[in-house]
């Protein structure tokens, strides 16, 4: 099954927690929790955008989150928690679902949401604070990571677009900045000197693997528009290699491959990466070839040994 949202998560949470009667963690609760929903290796597997935490652990922790902003549940010590007596009283009365909209009947949930608002000045230059807007299925996380996405995407087909509409001379300067960037290519002199070169049976360039130049890479750039690369042009590459007697290369494109073209690339000897338009717009993003920063958000979290008064 699908891996439940943080809201779908809260009455089999808070339950857990009622049973228990004693403390628990978000990790114990993971693993009940998981059992309890069959949850398959794979849907624990999954993982948010950032590839930095598991979505059901995270989606658990946020509905533990809102509960103790809601009085249900409460801190006991650094990591753990348990039930309240009003978390009690709410099971009592067996509930079908908890959500964000029964949450609201407590105050202390109806403060936190105002705290969460946005606040902003009045024509009169008093601070008011608009209301939060609500809460989605999706956790803060989540939608936060949603949205940085969403912003990549469009930035990528951006990208994309300008690099359909640059000369060939310019594309292979964009070539030559994003390898050398990811450490190919010695220095940028070197590496301008050999893309572009070649021209030699399907070869545009050659470039060094390592900065010591232990061994070559060997270059095809294509910068088409819409049509795809096909098979034929990857075994005229693959046939330049050969002659070359050389065993890597790099096939880049604005374009896209074929399935073909692929499953050719997978069954013969030589070692050739193919690079596609949406992989080439990735990788110009990640390692900051063509874009630039326009504001950081960091995101924050308390730092708990900070407040050992023992240490």
Same mark, same amino acid.
Do not use: C
């Given at each position: ?147 940085? @996405? &969403? ?7 951006? =990208?994309?677009?300008?690099? +359909?509409?640059? %000369?060939?001379? *310019?594309? #292979? ?112 993003? @990640? &390692? ?7 504001? =950081?958000?960091?995101?924050? +979290?308390?730092? %708990?040994?900070? *407040?050992? #008064?023992?240490?």
């Amino acid at each position: 099954m699908a891996v439940p949202d943080y809201q779908s998560l809260m009455l089999p949470l808070l339950k857990h927690a009622g049973t228990l009667n004693s403390e628990l963690t978000t990790s114990d609760a993971v693993e009940v929790l998981a059992q309890e929903l069959n949850l398959t290796e794979e849907d624990l597997r999954e993982m948010l955008p950032s590839g930095t935490q598991f979505t059901f652990g995270n989606r658990v922790g946020w509905a533990a989150t809102y509960m103790k902003k809601a009085g249900l549940l409460e801190s006991t010590r650094r990591g753990y928690y348990r039930i309240t007596t009003r978390g009690h009283e709410l099971l009592a009365k067996q509930p079908k679902f908890i959500n964000v909209k029964l949450l609201g009947k407590y105050p202390e949930f109806v403060e936190f949401r105002k705290l969460r608002g946005t606040k902003t000045r009045n024509g009169e230059g008093i601070t008011e604070t608009k209301p939060m807007p609500e809460i989605s299925t999706s956790t803060p996380s989540e939608a936060l990571e949603a949205a940085y @996405e &969403n912003l990549r995407d469009e930035l990528a087909d951006e =990208l994309l677009a300008k690099l +359909k509409a640059t %000369s060939p001379a *310019f594309f #292979e300067r964009v070539v030559v900045e994003l390898l050398v960037t990811m450490g190919y290519g010695g220095s940028r002199s070197d590496a301008g000197k050999a893309i572009g070169k070649s021209g030699d049976g399907g070869i545009d360039g050659i470039i060094k693997e390592d900065k010591l130049g232990l061994d070559v890479v060997y270059i095809q750039a294509k910068r088409w528009n819409q049509t795809p690369v096909g098979r034929p042009d990857v075994m005229q590459f693959a046939g330049a290699l050969q002659a070359q007697r050389a065993n890597k290369g790099i096939f880049i494109t604005t374009s896209r491959f074929t399935e073909d073209a692929r499953g050719y690339v997978s069954q013969i000897g030589s070692k050739i990466v193919l690079i596609d338009g949406e992989q080439l717009t990735s990788l110009m993003i @990640e &390692n900051n070839v063509g874009v630039s920063t326009v504001s =950081l958000y960091p995101v924050k +979290k308390v730092d %708990s040994d900070y *407040f050992d #008064e023992g240490i």
